[in-house]
């Protein structure tokens, strides 16, 4: 490796872009057009970097497997920033591999963390876990160390785990502060941020109001009958029941908890559930059919009692409350996503909630059609913004599926 090459690597990881830029600005050898597409990464141009970082992985010889697969990792970082989630997995697991192979501990490490956060997205996080456990027990970098903090604080996020978030957290804060990076360090303190935002709207008692992550993990733990609407769901501190696949019984059963210790008559019920003004005497037998089928789905948790005019939840706790997205207007789901501040592509969106892009892109025209979302660019390039970051984080409670792991 040249002198000018040498110094420009240097220059970059001193955090000096445009020192390094100036060395190499104007040479298209392999090396030098990975450390442009590196520096242009750092500098926010992320298309102009990632065809650099793809120019770069060609102009490297069969001989040079190493510096190939740098490039994939780099360009998979990339591809991450940019919301690109259907990005090839193989290629940079296979980089991975190479680097192992190698001896590039560092950089394998890093593309495990890379995966991971990527799984962490999508919501797999089991998966995303299990990447996390693979680095090995050697020390890394204290970069790294602060990415694999945030991993796992996004983890515990999704399965409203405040205290272990709260301290992943803290790990990572500390390894930025050691690492010296400063687009490291102020994503730490938006995730610190996050974790003290709203997360969900608790119904109780004929009362509503906002509470944060920590709240709904005592929530969680306490005697309490949950039914939760953010994940279709109804437990208790020992047992769950997932309705997610049974919306017209979770649209019971949520009812009956709104209005608990009352009762709810049947004609709302049928109004509610059924969407009918007019209920006839099937709607009232098919009523009966699916109470029956929601004393089934709940089992122990609690009770349906018929009452004069109605049914009443009978809980076994001594307390019945409803958690539910801070905003339920159409396409919530949509804007949690969007709640990061990244730009991301429908395709992308269809990919992280496992819906169809047709679908998806129905949502974003409405939303958009609403002044909540804007887009950026035309066509196969166009981008999705959330028009304003609300004043609440729905992405903690994004599909991450908490009760089926």
């Known amino acids: 490796m040249d002198q000018l090459i040498t110094a420009a690597a240097r220059a970059l990881a001193a955090g000096d872009v445009l020192g390094a830029l100036n060395r190499v600005a104007l040479r298209d050898d392999a090396p030098a057009l990975a450390l442009r ?31 190939r697969a740098r490039c994939v990792v780099a360009e998979a970082e990339i591809a991450l920033a940019l919301r690109d989630l259907g990005w090839p997995a193989a290629s940079l697991d296979a980089a991975r591999t190479v680097l192992e192979r190698q001896g590039d501990r560092v950089n394998a490490a890093h593309a495990h963390y890379i995966e991971a956060r990527r799984l962490l997205l999508v919501g797999k996080l089991k998966q995303a876990e299990c990447m996390l456990a693979q680095p090995g027990d050697a020390p890394l970098p204290a970069a790294l160390q602060a990415v694999d903090a945030l991993v796992a604080a996004g983890i515990a996020m999704r399965r409203m785990q405040a205290q272990a978030a709260r301290a992943a957290l803290a790990r990572a804060w500390r390894a930025a502060r050691r690492a010296r990076i400063g687009a490291l360090t102020a994503e730490v303190d938006r995730a610190l941020q996050a974790l003290d935002m709203p997360v969900a709207r608790l119904m109780a008692n004929g009362r509503q109001g906002l509470v944060r992550l920590d709240e709904v993990e005592s929530l969680a733990a306490s005697e309490t009958l949950v039914v939760d609407a953010c994940r279709h769901a109804v437990r208790d501190a020992r047992t769950v029941a997932v309705l997610a696949r049974r919306p017209i019984l979770f649209l019971l059963v949520r009812a009956l908890g709104e209005a608990w210790p009352g009762d709810v008559p049947r004609g709302a019920l049928i109004a509610r559930v059924f969407r009918t003004r007019h209920a006839d005497e099937s709607h009232r037998v098919r ?115 908490f009760f089926s792991e």
């Open 37 to 67: 597409g590196i520096a242009m990464a750092q500098l926010g141009d992320l298309e102009r970097a990632r065809g650099l970082l793809r120019g770069a992985a060609r102009a490297f010889g069969p001989r040079e497997a190493l510096a």
């Open 287 to 401: 009523l009966r059919v699916e109470m029956g089928r929601l004393r089934k789905a709940l089992g122990a948790l609690a009770g349906i009692e018929a009452t004069a005019r109605g049914y009443v939840l009978a809980p076994r706790a001594h307390r019945v409350a409803v958690l539910a997205w801070p905003d339920e207007t159409p396409h919530a789901a949509v804007l949690a996503l969007l709640a990061d501040g990244e730009s991301w592509p429908s395709s992308a969106l269809a990919v992280a909630l496992d819906a169809s892009q047709r679908t998806v892109q129905r949502a974003l025209d409405a939303l958009a059609e609403a002044g909540r979302v804007q887009p950026l660019g035309h066509g196969r390039a166009r981008r999705w913004l959330a028009a304003s970051l609300p004043e609440f984080t729905t992405s903690l409670l994004l599909p991450g599926p």
